[in-house]
C-alpha cells in the first residue's frame, strides 16, 4: 500500500486553511502465468493494469484488464490458457 501526502496552506488575513490529501494507490498487480508483464501507466485508484497472453494462449475471459480497487488491492487477474 502507498500513501502520497500533499498539504497545502492557505492564509486569510484572520484564519490558516490547511488541507491534506491523500492518495491511495495498489502494489504491483500480479503476474499471471504465459503473460507478458501488464501494461500499468498508474497504481492509483480507479486506475487499470491489461495483460495480453503470450502466443499460443488465450485469456480465459472476454476483459484483459484489472482496477486498483478503492481497498488498495488489484481485482481478480485473468487466466492465459492454451488455444
Request: with cysteine.
Amino acid at each position: 500500500m502507498t500513501f502520497i501526502f500533499i498539504n497545502h496552506c492557505y492564509e486569510h488575513p484572520h484564519v490558516l486553511f490547511q488541507f491534506a490529501f491523500v492518495a491511495l494507490s495498489c502494489g504491483e498487480p500480479p503476474l499471471i502465468e504465459y503473460a507478458d508483464k501488464p501494461l500499468v501507466i498508474s497504481y492509483s485508484v480507479a486506475s487499470t493494469a491489461t495483460y495480453e497472453c503470450l502466443p499460443g494462449y488465450r485469456l480465459d475471459i472476454e476483459d484483459s484488464s484489472i482496477q486498483c480497487l478503492p481497498t488498495q488491492d488489484w481485482s481478480e487477474a485473468p487466466d492465459c490458457v492454451r488455444e
